[in-house]
């Protein structure tokens, strides 16, 4: 079922977030996400959306939590793997409320609970295959935080799509240790360049530093992950891997409705169009690298191409 | 207040009786102070167009207003308990200790790693070998720049700020190397947590539905051990004696280095202490971000409660109940919570720009007294 | 590995390792006048944000970086002013007010950041300039004098502040507040006044460094996007012993290591990540270990000054 | 460019008076109704006993603290000095008890601080170090411009000092304690610089505990008890008793006549040899032998090996060569602990610094050594009722003048600072007492007592190394006096046995031989 009409009472959205709702990347992919669709429910009446964002500290996390199951709210999204084990505790304790929380896959067998995550090695995949299509120095540079989550699987489905059209190409890995330190991830970024890559691409809020570090060198391609980062660079930003929550969102209000309250996982893939390619408008992709580009997507909708977090 | 004492009847040496109205002064001073800030956030709250009396209201009542907000604060003034004895202590030995976060960071970690290693034991077993295995690791984090600053005169605070960072990088090690949630690595989420720990090693909950844990009775009973260790026992005595005359301390035969080095490493036990409660009591996993900043906010716990251990209670408990009242109310008016963090920062400048007026006012009535046997 | 040795290698370390210095050069230097004095700032790190925030809000709707900068010095006035008032005037413990301080900082540039600006932009701020000839050097050229001006900036600064503390009478005044503020004050200076005109300094001068981030160094602004590098400034003044030359070493140290350190992840040496991330903070304490540095900390510092309290 | 002195010989101030001056402080009345006045070239002797009020008085002239009543006059005019700036423009300088120097900078800088450069904001520290030059030779103050503070000895700190306040032309200089901690010969320099200063039409301020210096130095003189003037008189005209009576309100008894012969050796130094601060060695083989029962006092003008030595007995330097015993038993290798243990006592030269805590309670600091011992503690824990009890006989047997057990040091005053740390040290019955300076900045009443409390200890049998550079102290208490000189002992002479002359030679480096029979 698509979007619930109109008709429906109004429903009530919270959600809890770990970084800023602006922040280029996961926790705005979710915030975009419910904006469009309280858009499409036509607004504010039918869909009331609370958040909370800038929230790692766990007691503040399942005191929110918490506060908006007890306040009525229908659906309480987690929006962040830290959430989980306060999911776990408060659940149980209102069986009425839909709970979802990700990226993870584990609803603890709990009827009102949804677990959702994205396989961003997919996206990843394509573009690497894009960007080992465009790379002429055979060097592409690789900027993250920290080794973890889809940082690091987006990476490994980067390396592999590289791979898979030239293993010969050179792909260098940085890591900041640090998901805010733009100023070392800028300098990380120059170090590739340096060392003769001519793509870059990365995940975290703090590669908008190494897009910075692109910009200033002028004929250094970025890819982008989470969110589209056309705009950061807009005639050097390839392609982003888009995290795209509306249509779960949209399954999860549908479901309610139809009174199932949680107990599945969601699993944002290329073919149930959770997750997208953006292509960059403002970028002119030579034909035969976006039918290269095209071609993957394809093969991992149809199963043809597995790629391994 | 001696002084006084002096005036009417010289000799006598009894102590003068313990003086209420001073208590009373190093909190009501505070207290202006937190009012002050609060109502230049009302003035922010305003230009963004949300209603400041509801604002504070949803704060008052989230921070009191209920079981869940009182045990939220409480949970909140557990660690800052902690680190603010540990701040104390290194204080009281004219030792500052920024690195509260860093030793957080390792006794959350050693907590962490320990009972996921020894999971079979019992609870009786588990829970306190866990907790001093918190304790080593933050002090043994506490006594390396205690030992750098007694032995090579290398400055605490630009080696506990160090520390810090590499703690944060040991950690981001650890997490996504041997202590990375295996289920994670089996799902493909490589999520930056550790395993679920063994049930029992949990601390107790004091109050079903709620985070409140047993923890936060230890922090207490720890407060007032500590109060009896500064100004009861012998080690107590020369680590203040280090703070205030190193000099004449060396004269009396206290052995200064030791004693500077000891205060450091118990600063960072007491932090490491933090960390581990944190972990068993409220995550029952290690996460990123563990410390959420106690490290810093336990200092201004410290020095709101001057220094001292038992006015530290009263004060991590205003400061935990300030922290769970603000979120509360970003979620009643809707406002980012960065204001939040802007807010609490002029709470914290406009309380330490009152230690003044508590002295002048203190100074004051002394006057008034003599004054008043003069005539 | 060969490339390892490459001439080009070097220059790149050199490069990044003198972009990476700027910020802590600015806040450093001026914190280093704030603590000669006998004021410790611990909200450096907060004076940054906020400024870094001012000066890319003002670059972003105006296009005019001088007037960004303008911004960033005027807010760094202010915070200075507030922190002295607190600090000197009140006699707080500059430990707490610094935090506090530092927290009003964060929170409130990641505030008007998201009101303001929403999300995350970028503008074109300042480019490099090539120095003539020195420019032209083969080698070094292109790796010393080839940088934007607030770059350029944070450089001159360390010659000037020496000269201010060691050849004027306001450096005179400034050490003497902070090594015996009675004996200044017994000479008829007015030791307040002195310490909040360093306070405020220092506090410029840290917007400043927040600016060259936000309108040099990365061109953008971001939540926390100094990301704890006040905080290292402010131990880089301990490292250099109160001496601007000292604490350019420091920074230098601190951020070649860092430098290396991406390098050698690049280039794939085979250690953790997070290991080499740990090198810059390892290598600084070990160094004051072994140099062993025994630079007295400026007498009165962080001891608020009341007269006949001697 | 200043004027030569000379020029403003005929505008220095004429005369400065002091109205009814009151100053409050918290639960203190420092000065009440104090009125005081000062003419051109002449020298006004403040005295007092520890915390009478002189200091407070003449830190209101210099505009560090304003009165709460009265008023400032000088050559008819009131003025109101709200802070050093506007005394100094005035033509007032003061010479403070506790030196305000900046340790860490030159001569020539300390005395350009706070000084219009000719060259602003750049520093002139050349043309500064030419008037430095020229002065000291107008006023005969030796003082090396390019030294730094820290490396100065007390006496060359007072000199600079003095230099900051004559650079600033300043006409009237008031002078807290200068003497305080002066050796024989500083004073005597000091006094006649200050003559040469009295020619030059300059008024001083003259504050001191020591009458004889009163008596030498002084036109006339004031005495403050308890913030009131008890009177001013011309000092030729008084006597050192009926000052002494008007200071205390009673006369002073003199240490009775000796009984009992000295005991067996009980502190013995053999070759003992120590570097100093500087890296030198500062001591080249000491030999001394105190006996039970004696006080042995040290003579020598500062620098000459005194803190070394006394430091080394304490345990706080280590001997590079030689042997200390106490009795039987060697503690050349002791702990600081193991000394006290093994009975030895030590009161230090500076007293504020090494001897006690200032912001701890009397009762805290009574304990800074024997906390960590029985009775006082049970394991670690510290026993108060214990503690209480014997600091409550402590205070009341040497009379310290303090509101309560729990008042801070610091509002104690030097004389009954002094006095606690001889009770802490000396109700542990030492075998051998080390005192460095023991009345130095004490008033006499307290000396007085302190002096008594040492013979006590003398007939107790405690051995006694009396280090003082107060020749007439170590003379009235004296059995036997050792001089040092250089590091080495240059002579020991038996009491009474040497004019103040002799030793003064010998202080000089003149060996026994020749200063006895030369
Ligand atoms: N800064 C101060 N705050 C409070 N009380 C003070 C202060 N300075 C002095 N007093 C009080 O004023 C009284 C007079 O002090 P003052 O320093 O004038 O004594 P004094 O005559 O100089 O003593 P001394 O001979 O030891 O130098 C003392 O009893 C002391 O208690
Ligand atoms: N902050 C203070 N509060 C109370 N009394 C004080 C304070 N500062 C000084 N005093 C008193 O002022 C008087 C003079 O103080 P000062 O520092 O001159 O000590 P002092 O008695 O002169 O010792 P000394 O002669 O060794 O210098 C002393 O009685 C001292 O107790
Ligand atoms: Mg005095
Ligand atoms: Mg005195």
Redesign the interface.
């Known amino acids: 079922p698509a979007a619930a009409p109109a008709a429906q009472k109004q429903i009530k959205i919270a959600v809890i977030m770990?970084?800023?709702?602006?922040?280029?990347a996961f926790s705005?992919s979710m915030w975009s996400a419910l904006q469009s669709v309280q858009k499409d429910m036509g607004g504010e009446s039918a869909l009331q959306i609370?958040?909370?964002?800038?929230?790692?500290?766990?007691?503040?996390a399942?005191?929110?939590i918490?506060?908006?199951a007890s306040k009525g709210f229908d659906i309480v999204i987690a929006h962040g793997?830290?959430y989980?084990?306060s999911v776990q505790d408060i659940a149980p304790?209102f069986p009425n409320t839909t709970f979802a929380w990700g990226?993870?896959?584990?609803t603890f067998g709990m009827k009102n609970v949804y677990a959702y995550?994205a396989a961003a090695?997919q996206g990843g995949y394509v573009n690497g295959v894009l960007a080992a299509k465009l790379t002429k120095s055979k060097i592409i540079?690789v900027t993250g935080p920290?080794?973890?989550?889809?940082a690091?699987?987006y990476i490994d489905g980067f390396v592999q799509g590289v791979a898979s059209v030239d293993p010969t190409i050179k792909v260098?890995?940085?890591?900041?240790?640090?998901f805010?330190?733009?100023?070392?991830m800028?300098?990380?970024a120059?170090?590739?360049i340096?060392?003769g890559a001519d793509i870059l691409t990365g995940s975290s809020?703090?590669v908008?530093?190494s897009?910075?570090a692109a910009?200033d060198a002028g004929n250094v391609l970025w890819f982008g992950t989470q969110a589209d980062q056309a705009?950061?660079?807009p005639n050097l930003v390839v392609a982003s891997q888009v995290y795209d929550w509306t249509a779960m969102l949209k399954d999860m209000i549908a479901k309610r409705q139809a009174g199932t309250l949680g107990g599945t996982v969601y699993t944002l893939t290329l073919s149930n169009g959770g997750l997208k390619i953006a292509y960059n408008p403002g970028y002119n992709l030579p034909a035969d690298v976006k039918a290269a580009g095209d071609a993957a997507i394809k093969g991992i909708q149809d199963g043809s191409i597995t790629v391994?977090? | 207040m001696q002084i006084k004492k002096a005036a009417n009847k010289p000799l006598s040496l009894r102590r003068p009786a313990f003086d209420w109205s001073n208590v009373v002064l190093h909190f009501l001073l505070p207290l202006a102070g937190v009012l002050a800030a609060l109502l230049i956030g009302a003035v922010m709250l305003i230009i963004l167009k949300a209603d400041p009396i509801a604002a504070y209201a949803a704060m008052v009542n989230g921070a009191v207003g209920s079981v869940s907000g009182i045990t939220q604060s409480l949970v909140k003034a557990t660690p800052l308990l902690l680190v603010g004895l540990g701040i104390c202590i290194a204080f009281r030995a004219n030792v500052i200790n920024i690195g509260g976060e860093g030793q957080i960071i390792l006794g959350a970690l050693a907590a962490t790693w320990f009972p996921l290693t020894f999971n079979t034991w019992p609870g009786w077993l588990l829970i306190p070998s866990t907790l001093i295995v918190g304790f080593v690791a933050g002090a043994i984090w506490g006594f390396v720049p205690g030992i750098l600053k007694a032995r090579l005169q290398v400055n605490e605070i630009l080696s506990t700020i160090m520390m810090n960072s590499i703690a944060q990088q040991l950690m981001n090690l650890l997490l996504r190397g041997p202590l990375m949630d295996p289920s994670g690595i089996a799902a493909g989420t490589y999520l930056a947590q550790s395993a679920r720990l063994p049930v029992q090693v949990w601390l107790p909950r004091l109050v079903p539905q709620t985070l409140l844990h047993a923890g936060a009775i230890l922090a207490v009973v720890l407060a007032v051990l500590v109060y009896f260790f500064l100004w009861r026992t012998t080690i107590g005595y020369r680590i203040r004696a280090v703070g205030l005359n190193p000099d004449a301390s060396r004269y009396s035969g206290i052995n200064v280095p030791f004693y500077q080095a000891l205060s450091m490493t118990l600063a960072g036990g007491f932090a490491g202490l933090a960390g581990a409660i944190e972990v068993i009591g409220v995550q029952h996993r290690l996460l990123e971000g563990v410390t959420s900043g106690y490290g810093f906010t336990g200092i201004v716990a410290a020095l709101l409660g001057s220094l001292h251990p038992l006015g530290l209670i009263p004060a991590s408990i205003l400061f935990g109940g300030l922290l769970v009242g603000a979120a509360q109310m970003q979620r009643a008016v809707q406002v980012p919570s960065s204001l939040i963090d802007a807010i609490l920062g002029l709470v914290v400048l406009f309380v330490s720009g009152s230690a003044l007026w508590s002295r002048r006012w203190a100074a004051r009535r002394n006057m008034g007294t003599e004054e008043e046997e003069k005539s | 590995m060969k490339d390892v040795i490459s001439l080009g290698v070097l220059g790149g370390i050199l490069t990044s390792m003198i972009r990476l210095a700027t910020p802590f050069l600015y806040a450093a230097i001026g914190e280093t006048f704030a603590q000669t004095s006998g004021v410790v700032n611990l909200g450096v790190d907060g004076i940054m944000l906020l400024s870094a925030y001012g000066a890319f809000y003002v670059a972003l709707n105006t296009g005019n970086l001088w007037l960004a900068l303008l911004t960033a010095a005027a807010i760094g006035l202010l915070m200075g002013l507030l922190m002295s008032f607190i600090s000197v005037t009140l006699k707080a413990e500059q430990g707490i007010s610094g935090i506090g301080l530092y927290m009003f900082g964060l929170g409130m540039s990641s505030l008007l950041f998201k009101i303001t600006i929403g999300t995350v932009k970028t503008i074109d701020g300042f480019q490099p300039v090539r120095i003539p000839l020195l420019g032209d050097i083969p080698g070094i050229g292109p790796i010393l004098f080839d940088h934007s001006l607030p770059v350029y900036g944070a450089f001159l600064l360390v010659p000037i502040a020496w000269w201010v503390l060691d050849k004027t009478t306001l450096g005179l005044k400034i050490k003497s507040v902070g090594q015996n503020p009675a004996a200044a004050d017994s000479l008829g200076i007015n030791v307040d006044r002195i310490r909040y005109f360093s306070v405020c300094l220092g506090a410029v001068l840290a917007g400043l460094a927040g600016a060259s981030l936000s309108t040099a160094l990365v061109d953008l602004f971001q939540d926390n996007l100094t990301a704890g590098q006040g905080f290292i400034a402010v131990a880089l003044v301990y490292f250099g012993g109160w001496n601007p030359w000292g604490v350019m070493g420091g920074a230098f140290l601190f951020s070649i290591v860092n430098s290396i350190q991406l390098w050698m992840q690049v280039i794939g040496v085979k250690i953790p990540s997070d290991v080499a991330v740990m090198l810059p903070y390892l290598l600084t304490i070990a160094a004051l270990m072994i140099t062993v540095n025994r630079v007295r900390q400026p007498a009165a510092l962080n001891k608020p000054f009341e007269r006949g309290e001697s | 460019m200043k004027p030569k002195i000379q020029d403003i010989k005929s505008q220095r101030i004429q005369h400065v008076e002091m109205r009814d001056i009151v100053k409050r402080f918290p639960g203190v009345l420092a000065n009440s109704k104090v009125s005081f006045d000062v003419r051109a070239g002449e020298i006004h002797a403040l005295l007092g006993e520890n915390g009478a009020g002189k200091s407070t008085l003449m830190r209101q002239l210099y505009g560090l603290y304003q009165p709460d009543e009265g008023e400032i006059v000088i050559d008819g005019k009131p003025y109101v000095f709200r802070s050093p700036a506007d005394a100094i423009r005035a033509g007032i300088g003061m010479i403070h008890q506790h030196f305000m120097l900046v340790p860490t900078l030159t001569v020539t800088q300390n005395v350009a601080l706070g000084l219009r450069s000719s060259r602003e904001p750049l520093l002139d520290l050349d043309k500064v170090t030419r008037r430095i030059q020229g002065l000291s030779e107008a006023y005969g103050l030796k003082v090396d411009p390019h030294a730094f503070v820290w490396q100065l000895s007390v006496g060359e700190q007072q000199r600079v000092e003095i230099m900051k306040a004559l650079y600033r032309g300043a006409s009237l200089i008031i002078l807290d304690e200068p003497t305080a901690v002066l050796t024989p010969q500083e004073v005597k320099d000091l006094f006649a610089t200050l003559r040469r200063m009295v020619q030059e039409g300059h008024s001083l301020v003259f504050i001191s505990h020591k009458l004889h210096e009163v008596m030498d130095i002084s036109d006339r003189v004031t005495v403050l008890r308890d913030g009131k003037v008890i009177g001013t008189r011309p000092t030729h005209k008084v006597t050192r008793g009926e000052l002494v009576k008007m200071m205390v309100g009673r006369e002073l008894k003199e240490p009775e006549p000796r009984s009992l012969k000295p005991g067996p050796a009980a502190l013995k130094i053999e070759g003992l040899k120590t570097v100093g601060d500087r890296g030198t060695e500062a001591l080249h083989g000491i030999y001394l032998e105190i006996h039970s029962g004696e006080i042995l006092g040290l003579a020598g003008v500062s620098g000459n090996g005194q803190r070394e030595l006394a430091e080394c007995l304490a345990g706080m330097r280590k001997a590079t060569a030689g042997r200390i015993a106490i009795g039987e038993s060697d503690i050349t290798t002791f702990t600081l602990n193991q000394r006290i243990d093994s009975g030895m006592a030590y009161i230090p030269e500076e007293r504020m610094r090494d001897g006690a805590i200032r912001e701890f309670s009397v009762e805290e600091n009574i304990y800074l050594h024997d906390h960590s011992f029985a009775p006082y503690t049970h394991g670690i824990f510290l026993d108060f009722s214990q503690m209480a009890s014997h600091a409550i006989d402590l205070v009341n047997e040497y009379a310290l003048k303090t509101p309560s057990l729990d008042t801070p040091l610091k509002n104690l005053s030097g004389g009954n600072i002094q006095k606690l740390i001889m009770a802490r040290e000396l109700s542990r019955h030492p075998k051998a007492l080390i005192a460095a300076q023991p009345t130095r900045g004490v008033d006499i009443g307290a000396t007085e007592y302190i002096h008594q409390r040492l013979l006590a200890q003398r007939e107790a049998g405690t051995a006694i190394l009396l280090i003082s550079e107060d020749l007439d102290e170590i003379r009235t208490l004296s059995d036997r006096i050792a001089i040092i000189y250089e590091g080495r002992i240059v002579g020991v002479v038996q009491r009474g046995q040497a004019t103040i002359e002799q030793i003064g030679l010998m202080m000089a480096g003149v060996s026994m031989k020749e200063a006895m029979h030369g």
């Open positions: 770990p970084s800023a709702t602006n922040d280029m705005q609370a958040y909370t964002d800038n929230l790692f500290n766990v007691p503040d399942a005191a929110a918490r506060d908006y793997s830290q989980g084990s304790d990226t993870d896959v584990n995550t090695e540079g920290v080794e973890v989550g889809d690091k699987t260098n890995k940085t890591w900041t240790g640090s805010s330190d733009v100023a070392l800028t300098a990380a120059k170090t590739h340096q060392a809020q703090s908008v530093g897009i910075g910009k705009s950061l660079a391994n977090p």
